[in-house]
C-alpha cells in the first residue's frame, strides 16, 4: 500500500465528486473511486431540472443556494460546465383537485423561500406559450432552469484532476476493513476518513460498516425527441410532480417526471414499461399540444435513491468515527454541489453552512457487528 | 392471443424461420418493415446477375411462396419500435412473453405477444466516414442498388463506385447497364486480397462466374479499376462534384459507397442478450450457440444479424433458430426439414465475403481531423479523441462527453467508428469500449402514432412525492 489518503470518497455522483472536489480545494488528499464511469448513474443520466417545485420544501434552502452554484459552474468548476440555463418554472393544474394541492404545495414551498406565485392559465400561457389551454391555476418560479446532466462527469473530471483528486474509475469498492482499507479489484486502497456516496447502493455501502440503512430504489423512466423547432421556453411540470418538460437549445425535448421502469440495484435500469412510457408522453403532449409533431428517439432509465422519510442521508455515520455518508436526496441533481460543500465543510471541521441531515432518525437498528 | 414464436425481420432468414416454425404447427408471427418480405437481397438484388439471370429471384420467390402457404401471419410495412416482455421483468418475477409494440402499414399501433422471438433483423451498411462524405450525391451502396433495382433510377449520370466487398462490382456493372458511366470503381481490397479468398469463393462456381462477369464488363467499359484503394475526400460546391482517390481526380455527380455491412443488434442489446465483437463477422454479434440460442432464454438470432455470411447461407440458420425454438417450447419436429451439405458451403463463402468487407482499421486511421463522424450531431474525429484524452474510456461515456450516437440514428451509423477511433485513442481493444446500450424506440416514432385518443383523466397519474 504506497499512499494512505486523507479521505476516500466512494462513488463518483454528483454527491461524490462535488464532496472529492471541496475536501481537495480544503487541503485533503483525496481519493475518489467509482465501480464504473464517473457520473454515468443516476448523476449522468437525469433529467437536469433544476427547479425549486419539484424539490421538497425542506430542500429549498439548500436548492436555492445550488441553483446558483449551477448558473456559475464554471467559475468554480475549472471551467466544467454542464450548459445550466436560468429560465423560468412553471407547475399547472388541470383540475380543481391538482389546483388545492397547487396551492398548498406552493404555499408551503414558498414559505421555505422559493418564490413562487400562482397565477392563472392565461398568465401561465403568457409566459409560456406553448402551454396548452384548460390550465386552471399555474405556481410560477422565476428561479428554475435545466442542465444537460450527461455533461457532469466532464464537467467535473477536470476539475477533480486539477484539484489533485485521484480518481479511480473502474474500481469498484467491494468492502471495507478496518479504519479505512478499502477492497478493490485494484489493490486496497487506504484512507484515514470514508465518504459513502453510492446513490442507491448506500444501503450496500453502510453494510460494510456493520450499518443498516434501508434504502429505496425508483427507477425513473425518461424519454426524448428528436430536435424540433421550438416548442416551449421555460420548465414545466404538472402539480403532482410527475411531470418534467424542458426543450434544450438544441431543439430537442425531454420528457420526465419520475415515471417509474423496471429494474432495480442489481440490474440497473432494465427496461421502460410501456404503460409508465404512454402514460409520460400522453401527460406531456396534453400540457405542450405542440408535441404531438415530435418524433421519440430515445428512452432510458435512472435510478434514484430514498429513504425512509425521504429527506436526505448527510453526515457522519453513527458510532464510526470518520466515517460520513452522503446520498438519497430528493431532486438531488439540483442541491447536489451545495450538499457536496456542506459536507466538506463539517469533514474539514468547519461548521457547515446550513445543518446537515444526520442519519441517526433512520438507524432503528444496529446490526450486531457495529 | 399469445403467439407461439413472434419473427422480427423477413429478409431471407425471417422467411424461413417462420415458414418452418409455422410447418411444425406453432403459432408463428412475421413483423417486416417493408411492404413484402425478402429483406435485403431480394428485395434489391444487385445488378449483372444476368449469367444465372433467375437464381436469386427463383430463391427470393421460392421462400416467400413458401411463407404464404406456411400459415404464418405474415404482417408486412410495420415497424416495430417497442420491445418488452422476456428478461425485461421486475426483480423475482418469471420471464414474460416477448411484446412488440409496432405501427402498422396503416399507421395504426398495435402490439404482438410471443412466447419466443427470433430475431432476423439483418445488417445496416458501414460507411467509414471521410472528407465530404456527407454531400448530396454521397449515397449508399446499399440505397444505390435500391434505387436501380425497385425505381430503375440511375444515382447519377457519370459514378465512382467505391469501398469493400462483392456489391461493388455489382453496383458498377447495374449501372453500366442502365446506361450510365462510371468515372471509376475504387475497392479497398487489393487484388491479394481476393486472391486468398478465391478458394472460399470456389466452392460455390455460381458466384465466381458471377464475379467474372462483373470484372469484364468493366474492363469492356474502360472503367478504372483501382485495388486496395480509398476515397480521399469527395467535393463540390454544395453538391458533388469531383471524387479525390490520392492523387486522382474523378469527375462524378455521385459516388456510391459502402465498407461492409455491420449487424443490426439494436433488438438483442435491449433484450441485454450476451453481445462479443467479432470483426471477422461484422462487429457486435449476439453470443449465440450452435443452434441458434441468444443468452437470454427463448430469444435466438439467425440471418446477417447474428453474423455476417450472406444471403445462401441465411434461410437454413433461420430454420435451424426455429426447430431450436420450436424443440425449447415443446414442439414436436417430426415436420423438421433437414439442412443439405450446401449449407457449408454457403456459410464458407460467406464467411470469406464478410472477411472482406470488415472494418479496416487502417481506412479508420486515415480519417482526417475535422472530418465528421456522427453526422446527426455533428462530431468529429478530433472531438471524440479531445474527449478520450478528457477521460472518456467507454462508447456510453463518448456519448455524454460529445452526444456522438445521440440523434435520431442513434449511433448505427457512427457507432462502429467511433468506437474504432476512442480504442484506438485509448490504446485499448474495440472490445474494451463496448457497444451502447439498447432501448427503446429501435427507430424514432412520431408521437402523433402513438398517443391515441385519451382523456386527461384517464392517465394514471402515480401519487405525488411528499412535499
Ligand atoms: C432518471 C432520473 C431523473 C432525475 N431527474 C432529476 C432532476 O430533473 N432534477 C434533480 O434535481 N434531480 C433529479 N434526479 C435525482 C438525481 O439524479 C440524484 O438525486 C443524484 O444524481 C444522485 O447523485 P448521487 O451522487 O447520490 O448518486 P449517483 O449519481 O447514482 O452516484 C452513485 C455512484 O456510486 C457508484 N458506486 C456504486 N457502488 C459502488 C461501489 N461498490 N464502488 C464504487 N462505486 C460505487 C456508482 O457507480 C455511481 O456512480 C433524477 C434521478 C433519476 C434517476
Ligand atoms: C444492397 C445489398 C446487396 C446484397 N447483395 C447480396 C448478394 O448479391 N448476394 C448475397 O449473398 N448477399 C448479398 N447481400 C447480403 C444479403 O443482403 C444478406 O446476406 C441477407 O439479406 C441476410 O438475410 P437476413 O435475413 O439476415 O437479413 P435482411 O435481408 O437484411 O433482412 C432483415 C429484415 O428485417 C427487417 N427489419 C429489421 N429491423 C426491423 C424492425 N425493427 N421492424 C421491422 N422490420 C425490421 C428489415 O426490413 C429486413 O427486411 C447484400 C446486401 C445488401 C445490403
Known amino acids: ?370 | 392471443m399469445i403467439f407461439d414464436v413472434v419473427v422480427l425481420g423477413g429478409g431471407p432468414a425471417g422467411m424461413a424461420a417462420a415458414t418452418e416454425a409455422a410447418r411444425s404447427g406453432a403459432r408463428v408471427v412475421l413483423l417486416e418493415e417493408s411492404p413484402a418480405p425478402g429483406g435485403q437481397v431480394y428485395r434489391a438484388p444487385p445488378a449483372g446477375f444476368e449469367m444465372k439471370p433467375d437464381r436469386d429471384r427463383q430463391e427470393g420467390d421460392a421462400l416467400r411462396a413458401a411463407l404464404a402457404v406456411s400459415g404464418a401471419d405474415i404482417r408486412t410495412g410495420c415497424r416495430v419500435w417497442g420491445l418488452g416482455g422476456g428478461p425485461l421483468v421486475p426483480e423475482g418475477q418469471p420471464d414474460a412473453p416477448f411484446s412488440l409494440s409496432a405501427l402498422g402499414a396503416d399507421g395504426a399501433p398495435f402490439t404482438v405477444q410471443a412466447r419466443a422471438l427470433i430475431l432476423c433483423c439483418g445488417t445496416h451498411e458501414r460507411i467509414i466516414p471521410f472528407p465530404g462524405w456527407t454531400l448530396p450525391g454521397v449515397i449508399g451502396l446499399a440505397a444505390a442498388t435500391i434505387l436501380l433495382k425497385a425505381q430503375g433510377m440511375l444515382p447519377g449520370q457519370r459514378v465512382v463506385v467505391a469501398g469493400a466487398g462483392p456489391l461493388l462490382y455489382a453496383v458498377a456493372a447495374k449501372i453500366l447497364a442502365g446506361g450510365g458511366s462510371v468515372a471509376a470503381l475504387v475497392d479497398a481490397a487489393t487484388s491479394g486480397e481476393w486472391l486468398r479468398a478465391l478458394p472460399a469463393l470456389t466452392a460455390r462456381p455460381d458466384l465466381l462466374a458471377q464475379g467474372a462477369v462483373w470484372r469484364a464488363r468493366l474492363l469492356a467499359a474502360r472503367v478504372p479499376v483501382l485495388a486496395g484503394a480509398q476515397v480521399t475526400a469527395a467535393e463540390g460546391d454544395k453538391v458533388l462534384s469531383h471524387v479525390r482517390v490520392g492523387e486522382r481526380v474523378f469527375q462524378a455527380d455521385a459516388l456510391c459507397i459502402g465498407h461492409g455491412l455491420v449487424p443490426a443488434t439494436e433488438a438483442s442489446r435491449t433484450f441485454r442478450a450476451r453481445h462479443a465483437h467479432r470483426p471477422e463477422d461484422g462487429g457486435w454479434v449476439p453470443v449465440l450457440d450452435a443452434a441458434q440460442r441468444t443468452s437470454v432464454p427463448l430469444l435466438y438470432a439467425a440471418g446477417d444479424g447474428a453474423g455476417v455470411r450472406g444471403a445462401a447461407a441465411a434461410p437454413a440458420a433461420g430454420r435451424l433458430a426455429a426447430r431450436t425454438a420450436l424443440h425449447d417450447l415443446g414442439f414436436s419436429l417430426e415436420h423438421a426439414s433437414e439442412e443439405d451439405a450446401a449449407l457449408e458451403r454457403a456459410r464458407r463463402t460467406g464467411a470469406a465475403m464478410a472477411r472482406m468487407m470488415a472494418l479496416r482499421p487502417a481506412m479508420v486511421a486515415a480519417i482526417p481531423a475535422e472530418t465528421i463522424i456522427c453526422r446527426c450531431e455533428g462530431v468529429t474525429r478530433a472531438e471524440i479523441e479531445h474527449a478520450a484524452t478528457a477521460g472518456a474510456s467507454t462508447i456510453n461515456q463518448l456519448k455524454h462527453f460529445t452526444r456522438c450516437g445521440m440523434g435520431p440514428c442513434q449511433g448505427r451509423m457512427c457507432g462502429e467508428a467511433a468506437g474504432a477511433l476512442l480504442a484506438s485513442a485509448r490504446g485499448v481493444s474495440v472490445a474494451d469500449i463496448g457497444f451502447t446500450t439498447g432501448r427503446i424506440p429501435l427507430r424514432p416514432v412520431p408521437m402523433a402514432s402513438i398517443l391515441g385518443d385519451f382523456d386527461y383523466a384517464d392517465i394514471p397519474v402515480p401519487a405525488p412525492a411528499p412535499i
Not at chain 1, 407547475?91 to 414558498?110: G, P, Q
Not at chain 1, 474500481?171 to 482499507?181: A, C, H, Y
Not at chain 1, 404531438?292 to 458510532?319: C, F, K, M, N, Y
Request: charged share 15%; hydrophobic share 50%.
Open chain 1, 1 to 370: 500500500m504506497k499512499t494512505r489518503f486523507d479521505v476516500a470518497v466512494i462513488g463518483a455522483g454528483v454527491m461524490g465528486c462535488a464532496t472529492a472536489l471541496f475536501l481537495a480545494r480544503g487541503g485533503m488528499r483525496v481519493v475518489l473511486l467509482d465501480r464504473g464511469e464517473i457520473c454515468r448513474e443516476a448523476s449522468g443520466v437525469n433529467a437536469g431540472t433544476l427547479t425549486m417545485q419539484m424539490t421538497r420544501a425542506a430542500l429549498i434552502p439548500y436548492a436555492l443556494r445550488a441553483h446558483d452554484m449551477w448558473m456559475n459552474m464554471p467559475a468554480w468548476c475549472a471551467g466544467g460546465d454542464v450548459l445550466a440555463t436560468a429560465c423560468p418554472g412553471l407547475s399547472v393544474a388541470f383540475t380543481d383537485a391538482e389546483a388545492a394541492m397547487l396551492e398548498e404545495r406552493a404555499r408551503i414551498r414558498r414559505a421555505a423561500g422559493a418564490p413562487i406565485e400562482l397565477i392563472d392559465g392565461r398568465a401561465a400561457q403568457a409566459i409560456e406559450p406553448g402551454l396548452a389551454d384548460g390550465v386552471k391555476l399555474a405556481g410560477h418560479c422565476p428561479i428554475d432552469g435545466f442542465a444537460s446532466a450527461y455533461l457532469t462527469g466532464r464537467a467535473f473530471r477536470a476539475a477533480l484532476q486539477e484539484a489533485g483528486v485521484t480518481l479511480m474509475e473502474a474500481t469498484p469498492v467491494r468492502g471495507i476493513d478496518g479504519r479505512f482499507v478499502l477492497d478493490t479489484p485494484a489493490g486496497a486502497v487506504a484512507a484515514q476518513r470514508v465518504v459513502l456516496a453510492g446513490g442507491v447502493w448506500l444501503q450496500d455501502m453502510a453494510a460494510w460498516l456493520g450499518v443498516t440503512l434501508p434504502i429505496k430504489v425508483l427507477i425513473n423512466q425518461l424519454v426524448v425527441t428528436e430536435r424540433m423547432p421550438p416548442v416551449m421556453r421555460t420548465v414545466l411540470g404538472v402539480a403532482s410532480g410527475l411531470l418534467s418538460l424542458k426543450q434544450y437549445a438544441n431543439g430537442t425535448v425531454l420528457i420526465g417526471g419520475g415515471w417509474q421502469g423496471i429494474g432495480d440495484r442489481t440490474r440497473g435500469g432494465v427496461a421502460v414499461r410501456s404503460d409508465n412510457f404512454l402514460g409520460n408522453v400522453r401527460l406531456a403532449a396534453h400540457t405542450v399540444p405542440a408535441l404531438r409533431q415530435a418524433r421519440v428517439v430515445r428512452s432510458w432509465l435512472g435510478l434514484e435513491a430514498e429513504t425512509a422519510d425521504a429527506l436526505p442521508a448527510i453526515g457522519p455515520i453513527p458510532g464510526i468515527d470518520d466515517a460520513w455518508i452522503i446520498g438519497s436526496v430528493h431532486s438531488g441533481y439540483t442541491s447536489g454541489p451545495y450538499m457536496g460543500r456542506i459536507l466538506a465543510q463539517a469533514i474539514l471541521g468547519e461548521a457547515p453552512e446550513l445543518p446537515l441531515f444526520p442519519i441517526d432518525r433512520l438507524l432503528h437498528q444496529r446490526s450486531n457487528s457495529a
